[in-house]
């Protein structure tokens, strides 16, 4: 069970949304790519203001409003006929882009650096590579936990919100960080298993 289950009820509650942009004439492919523009200027935006800590309250707005964005184009692409090759590449290249930009940024705390946060971020791309391969393999894309896109978005959002309000982060907070990379390495496994169990099992 991972925050992705929960996606039917959000869909449900932006599909009228999504219709009035449809109706306007905005393209799945055109919310994709702002999506991504949004999380590389939340991302500078967030650096560039260093050592300030309130910018990092920008990043759990902008996740929530991405996670919502990700969500209307993909129900523009199949509830709209919008579906296109093109868009399958944006919207994987897409995700990984925002990724290490909203993530970036929190390899300016001491009591992670960029080591591990550039873990994080490699893994995080790992765990989608892992999911989208599924198809090429005769299974479906897998979106298994337990460090899926929501579930990175919750976390990271919530460490957001703990720095930009001026919460510690003493050195053993690097366990934190161990933790997620640990759960992403996690991730990427049951995403491979899954998938070959799946393609196995339809042979």
Do not use: C
């Not at 939340?42 to 650096?47: D, K, P, R, T």
């Not at 990700?70 to 579906?83: S, T, V």
């Not at 337990?146 to 703990?162: N, Q, T």
């Amino acid at each position: 069970m991972t925050l992705y289950d929960l996606k039917p009820a959000f869909q449900s509650l932006l599909r009228p949304q999504a219709a009035r942009l449809a109706h306007a004439g905005i393209t799945a492919n055109q919310v994709t790519l702002a999506a991504a523009a949004g999380s590389l200027a939340v991302g500078a935006i967030v650096w560039s203001l260093w050592p300030a800590r309130w910018p990092f309250l920008l990043v759990p707005a902008w996740l929530l409003l991405r996670m919502a964005l990700n969500a209307i184009d993909g129900m523009l692409a199949r509830e709209h006929g919008q579906k296109s090759r093109l868009g399958a590449y944006l919207n994987e290249i897409g995700d990984a882009v925002s990724d290490a930009a909203l993530y970036a940024p929190f390899a300016l705390l001491p009591a992670w650096g960029p080591f591990w946060v550039g873990l994080a971020i490699l893994l995080a791309v790992l765990t989608e590579f892992a999911g989208v391969l599924g198809p090429a393999i005769g299974a479906s894309r897998r979106y298994d936990g337990p460090m899926g896109k929501s579930d990175r978005a919750l976390v990271f959002g919530a460490l957001g919100l703990w720095i930009g309000f001026g919460g510690p982060l003493p050195g053993r907070s690097v366990w934190i960080m161990a933790a997620i990379v640990v759960l992403l390495a996690a991730t990427t496994i049951n995403r491979i298993r899954a998938g070959l169990k799946e393609a196995e099992g339809a042979a």
